[in-house]
């Protein structure tokens, strides 16, 4: 029988690659963004994979009714769930606490952590259906430590990774759930992020990259198939003795 996973966050960088990774394994794929824009190229999907089923849905992950809408659709498209990649995220304009304004908080949080709530405690009953699954959700090295001028941002990914570390606790032994922290990862939501935080401090969007990857060991960014590769591992039997975890995918820049 395909087993099936659902991606939100699935029309970005990261998103992409997660979702070809599953299919490329065999594993019919639930697309899941905000923005339809981004997931024009679902058709393109399921022509190539043809064997698979490839269904895009677009949804704010932070709406309650929304979601449960959601849920009952991937029951009724797929009948099954296997994998969930909490992939969704946003970045926080860089911002001193003074200046760190209620609604760009409640912003970063909802979609950061609140989403990844709603959409567990909507698809917890049909991960459970046949037999458990996987639920693995996309922290960042920045929720392992704060750093100044991305308070908001630093609490929701922190607070990501102690959700999942209960939820391994609470849904064992029938589902598991882990969390991938990446480091600087290339991708248009990365660049975004050190254009804001070379506007902050007033330097070059070049200055401010060199500056950030020179402290890479491996002295690169990461790909977004690199954290794919983690996701599809965590979330596969190679992982059946791994939950609670947190795996850190940096090139080295932070140790835990």
């Known amino acids: 029988m395909t087993t099936t996973a659902l991606v939100t966050g699935a029309g970005g960088g990261i998103g992409r690659a997660v979702v070809r990774s599953f299919l490329e394994a065999g594993t019919s794929v639930a697309l899941v963004d905000a923005d339809d824009r981004f997931l024009s190229h679902t058709p393109d999907l399921a022509a190539e994979f043809p064997h698979l089923t490839v269904r895009a849905y677009t949804a704010d992950i932070t709406q309650t009714s929304r979601v449960g809408t959601l849920a009952e659709q991937v029951a009724a498209d797929f009948g ?3 994998a969930l990649a909490l992939v969704a995220g ?5 911002a001193g606490i003074a200046d ?13 952590l609140t989403g990844a709530y709603e959409m ?7 991960l459970k259906q046949d037999g458990g699954g996987a639920i693995t959700a996309v922290s960042s090295w920045w929720g392992r430590s704060g750093h100044a001028y991305f308070a908001a941002y630093c609490a929701a990914k922190a607070g990501l990774i102690v959700f999942t570390q209960a939820l ?4 064992a032994p029938l589902i598991r759930a882990n969390t991938v922290c990446p480091g600087n990862i290339d991708t248009a939501m990365h660049r975004a992020a050190l254009e804001s935080e070379a506007a902050e401090r007033g330097v070059s969007f070049e200055e401010i990259k060199q500056s950030e990857w020179a402290k890479i060991p491996l002295e690169k960014a990461g790909a977004p198939q690199d954290i794919a590769n983690a996701i599809l591992f965590l979330s ?4 059946a003795y791994i939950t609670g975890a947190s795996l850190d995918v940096n090139g080295g820049v932070v140790f835990h």
């Open 80 to 82: 099954r769930l296997d």
């Open 90 to 94: 946003t970045v926080q304009t860089a």
């Open 100 to 112: 760190l304004t209620p609604t760009e908080w409640r912003r970063v949080i909802d979609v950061n």
């Open 120 to 126: 567990t405690h909507a698809l917890v009953p049909l």
């Open 168 to 171: 391994a606790q609470e849904l």
């Open 236 to 239: 596969s039997p190679a992982a």
